[in-house]
């Protein structure tokens, strides 16, 4: 009976996980076209383009990482794959730091991945 209930709330953090990633992907290109467009409108000076052509690829870089690795965890998750819930533990810790929607996504990650129960499902494979 502990075993179904466990199993959606994994399934419920699988969703999101892939949902919150797809979002961060989205993101990561508006982020890159936003930051070469701002780059254009700069003019001559080139300490700002500098910085912008430096945060033009490296934002778009960290946001696409931390959101495949999301996707590809969430979707472990999903299939039951004992890696998965390594990786998701891992971009829910980090999604922490993104207060107020990533320490509530984290916290109740952490929460569902760490329980004896949800080890025992993954233990399993």
Request: include cysteine; charge should be positive.
């Given at each position: 009976?502990?075993?179904?209930?466990?199993?959606?709330h994994v399934?419920?953090?699988?969703?999101?996980?892939?949902?919150?990633?797809?979002?961060?992907?989205?993101?990561?290109v508006v982020?890159?076209?936003?930051?070469?467009?701002?780059?254009?409108?700069?003019?001559?000076?080139?300490?700002?383009?500098?910085?912008?052509?430096f945060l033009?690829?490296?934002?778009?870089?960290?946001?696409?990482?931390?959101?495949?690795?999301?996707?590809?965890?969430?979707?472990?998750?999903?299939?039951?794959?004992?890696?998965?819930?390594?990786?998701?533990?891992?971009?829910?810790?980090?999604?922490?730091?993104?207060?107020?929607?990533?320490?509530?996504?984290?916290?109740?990650?952490?929460?569902?991945?760490?329980?004896?129960?949800?080890?025992?499902?993954?233990?399993?494979?």
């Amino acid at each position: 009976m502990e075993d179904s209930k466990m199993k959606k709330h994994v399934a419920v953090v699988g969703a999101i996980q892939i949902g919150f990633a797809i979002l961060g992907l989205i993101i990561a290109v508006v982020i890159f076209f936003v930051m070469n467009f701002a780059r254009s409108q700069v003019g001559g000076d080139e300490t700002a383009e500098v910085v912008l052509r430096f945060l033009s690829v490296s934002l778009p870089i960290l946001f696409g990482f931390l959101a495949t690795l999301g996707l590809v965890g969430g979707i472990g998750l999903l299939a039951y794959k004992p890696w998965a819930r390594y990786i998701v533990m891992v971009v829910a810790a980090l999604g922490c730091l993104n207060i107020p929607i990533g320490t509530l996504k984290g916290v109740y990650t952490l929460w569902v991945l760490l329980q004896d129960d949800t080890v025992k499902l993954f233990g399993n494979k």
